[in-house]
C-alpha cells in the first residue's frame, strides 16, 4: 500500500542534506492497520516525557532490579547476544521514543543506527532525545511502516525489533522485509511474545483472543513457539534460537505496572479511560502467562 508523504517541519539538526528526505510524515489511511496501530501508542505520548525513562520494553529481570534496570538490561543483552560493534549499521523497528536506540549507541558505538517506527509522536520525541544526547547524526529516526522498508537490499547489518513484531501486519512480512535489507551473514535480534500451546479451552481462547483485540495484534501473529521458529527459517534465516524468556518479563512487569506510582503516572499522561484499558490489556497477558499460554521470547538468527 503506498502512501504519500506530507512534511514534517522538523529535522535532526545538524543532518546532511540526504537524510532530509526521511524528514517525513505518512499519513497513515484511515481503517489501515497502521492507523489503528499509531492511534493506541499516540494516547499519552506527548505527555510520556521521562517516565520509565523513556522505554516501553517489559524489561529483562534480575533480583532486586528497578524498571529502568530491567529495561536497560533487556536492551544491551540484545545487543550484546547480536554482537553490535563499531562496523554495525543498525535498523531498529518499533523504536518508540528511542530511548534504547540512545543506550544501544553509547554501549556499543556501531557506526549508525536508523530506528523507525509507526507512530508519528513517537518519532518526534526519539529525534529530540537524539538532539539532546548529541547523537543527531549518529542515530536518525523516520516514520515508516514496518511491512514496507523504505531502504535497499542489504542495507544493514542488524535489524533489531524490541517488542514491535506482534503488531505488525503481518509478522511474517515484516521478516521477509528484514531478511532483504539484511546484508549476508547479519544478524535479527528480537524480543516478542508467542504462545507455548494452542488454546483449545474457552477460557484459554478468551485470554488470547483479549489480549489480541486489545494490543492491535493481527490473527496471522497469533504463533505458538514451533511456528514462529518455521516463520523465521522460512524468511531467509539460518541459525534459528527462540529463546523463552516469560519467567523473566512478565510477572515482574505487571507488578510494576500496578505499583501505585507508576498508576499514578498512566493516570496523569494518559488520562483515566486509556490507562484503566491499559492495565486490563497487561492483566490479560498476565493471566494468559499464569494460564501456561502466553510466552516473551528472545530471538536471535542469522541472514543466509
Avoid at 544501544?104 to 530506528?115: D, E, N, V
Wanted: aromatic share 10%; with cysteine.
Amino acid at each position: 500500500m503506498e502512501q504519500q508523504r506530507a512534511p514534517a517541519g522538523e529535522s535532526a539538526a545538524g543532518a546532511p542534506w540526504y537524510l532530509e528526505v526521511m524528514d517525513a510524515r505518512i499519513p497513515w489511511q484511515s481503517g489501515t492497520h497502521e492507523r489503528r496501530v499509531e492511534n493506541f501508542y499516540s494516547r499519552g505520548a506527548e505527555d510520556f516525557g521521562d517516565c520509565h525513562g523513556g522505554y516501553l520494553n517489559f524489561g529483562l529481570w534480575e533480583s532486586g532490579f528497578s524498571y529502568l534496570q530491567a529495561a536497560e538490561n533487556l536492551v544491551t543483552h540484545l545487543g550484546a547476544w547480536g554482537g553490535l560493534s563499531h562496523d554495525s549499521r543498525l535498523l531498529d523497528v518499533g523504536c518508540g521514543f528511542g530511548a534504547q536506540d540512545i543506550l544501544l549507541a553509547r554501549k556499543f558505538g556501531p557506526a549508525q543506527i536508523t530506528g523507525l517506527d509507526v507512530t508519528w509522536p513517537h518519532v518526534r520525541a526519539a529525534r529530540h532525545r537524539a538532539r539532546v544526547a548529541g547523537l543527531s547524526l549518529e542515530v536518525r529516526f523516520q516514520h515508516g511502516s514496518a511491512t514496507e522498508l523504505e531502504f535497499p537490499d542489504g542495507s544493514f547489518t542488524h535489524v533489531l525489533s524490541i517488542e514491535g513484531v506482534v503488531h505488525f501486519n503481518t509478522r511474517e512480512r515484516f521478516l521477509q522485509q528484514a531478511s532483504r535489507v539484511l546484508r549476508p551473514g547479519g544478524v535479527l535480534l528480537l524480543a516478542d511474545y508467542a504462545l507455548k500451546r494452542k488454546p483449545v479451552r474457552r477460557m484459554d481462547k478468551l485470554f488470547v483472543s483479549a489480549t489480541q483485540k486489545g494490543w492491535q495484534i493481527p490473527a496471522e501473529n497469533v504463533d505458538t513457539l514451533g511456528s514462529y521458529r518455521e516463520k523465521v527459517a522460512r524468511s531467509g534465516f539460518t541459525q534459528v534460537e527462540v529463546v523463552s524468556a516469560g519467567d523473566r518479563t512478565i510477572p515482574q512487569y505487571f507488578e510494576e505496572q500496578t505499583g501505585g506510582a507508576h498508576l499514578a503516572s498512566m493516570l496523569r499522561i494518559r488520562g483515566a479511560l486509556a490507562a484503566a484499558g491499559g492495565l486490563a490489556i497487561d492483566w490479560f497477558a498476565w493471566q494468559a502467562w499464569k494460564r501456561g499460554q502466553l510466552d516473551y521470547v528472545l530471538v536471535r538468527a542469522v541472514k543466509r
